[in-house]
């Protein structure tokens, strides 16, 4: 699953560098592009290991009020 994820991740990199540098599309789209592949990629990726971001997040907060006090 992982690496179907990678392709299809790599596949949309590969077109969004073409619409950025073609010359006749209009660059405000392509950004736009860019724009949504990377909130789209993060909401995966938050949506996938939250529980894990969570869990490590918790875990340096512990850790931080532990050496303060």
Known sequence: MMTALKNKMRMMGLKARNVLTNQ???QMTGWL???LIVVVVGAVFMTLYQDSITTIWNNIVTKITSLLS
């Open 24 to 26: 006749s599309g209009d």
């Open 33 to 35: 592009i860019v724009v």
